[in-house]
């Protein structure tokens, strides 16, 4: 018998932890030999084991690991409770990512800045938002790297995100797409508008989650006939608004001739994408 069977019959054992009476049902005969200990001839069968145990075995078992856990759901697509982006090729499970969240108080990206109190908020809290820009690196005035992302929740709004220290060494090289949570990051209001920006100084208060399942790339494309890369949530099929102005990226309407195509000053609607 391999020592993968020897393991599950192991684990079964242990899993059913107090689902089975403590104390068992009589030997069969011919089980104990002359001394009182269990004759051990050869192969003990586990079947006729697990069929009287069936009956234990309709809940929900504690996870063995969490790359076990991982590695059967990878790919599945979910929707996260907290954020709720719908998200893939998880490398945190939902399990562990609800004990990172635990006696903190979660703000949903869009939200942060109805919530704050001069430059900053109160409190430990966290946020989750999807990779949408990457910026260039940069060299900070005291010679340190860091680099400027944009974050985003797939909703046309997003907000600048430094990373700084380690934290920028850890994920730099990141693909847009990719989810993140943030913890007790620094907020700052821009000068002019109500838009504000985050940074981030530890590798600690920055946690990949996994992959977004609805992020494309704009396939439109300007007046000038360049292709547009903007990112999009392909499940809406919108773009952001805000981008998509600046590079006069437009759409017909729908009962509009095509001559009219360059006359339409209305923000884009993306109906073809690529992931």
Not at 111 to 120: S, V
Not at 226 to 254: H, Q
């Amino acid at each position: 018998m391999s020592n993968s069977n020897h393991q599950d019959d192991l684990d079964l054992l242990l899993s059913l932890e107090d689902r089975v009476l403590e104390t068992p049902p009589a030997s069969p005969s011919g089980y104990l030999s002359d001394d009182g200990m269990p004759n051990r001839s050869g192969y003990v069968d586990m079947s006729v084991f697990r069929e009287a145990v069936q009956d234990c075995l309709d809940y929900n078992p504690k996870e063995r690991s969490q790359k076990s856990e991982l590695g059967k759901s990878s790919s599945n697509i979910e929707v996260d409770k907290f954020s709720g982006l719908r998200i893939q090729n998880r490398v945190v499970s939902r399990l562990e990512l609800s004990n990172h969240l635990s006696d903190i108080r979660f703000v949903r990206l869009p939200t942060i800045k109805n919530l704050l109190k001069g430059d900053t908020l109160s409190g430990c809290w966290a946020t989750i938002g999807v990779l949408t820009e990457k910026g260039i690196p940069r060299t900070s005035s005291i010679g340190k790297a860091f680099t400027i992302w944009k974050m985003g929740c797939l909703d046309e709004a997003t907000v600048s995100l430094f990373l700084f220290g380690d934290a920028y060494q850890k994920s730099c090289e990141e693909k847009i797409g990719t989810i993140f949570a943030l913890f007790n990051s620094t907020v700052r209001k821009d000068n002019k508008g109500s838009g504000f920006s985050l940074s981030v100084y530890s590798a600690k208060h920055i946690l990949k989650l996994g992959t977004s399942a609805d992020i494309g790339i704009c396939q439109g494309k300007g007046k000038d006939g360049v292709a547009c890369t903007a990112v999009i949530n392909k499940n809406l099929r919108t773009g952001f608004r805000d981008y998509l102005k600046s590079e006069g990226i437009y759409v017909v309407k729908p009962t509009d001739d095509r001559t009219n195509l360059t006359k339409s000053n209305r923000p884009v609607k993306v109906l073809s994408v690529k992931d």
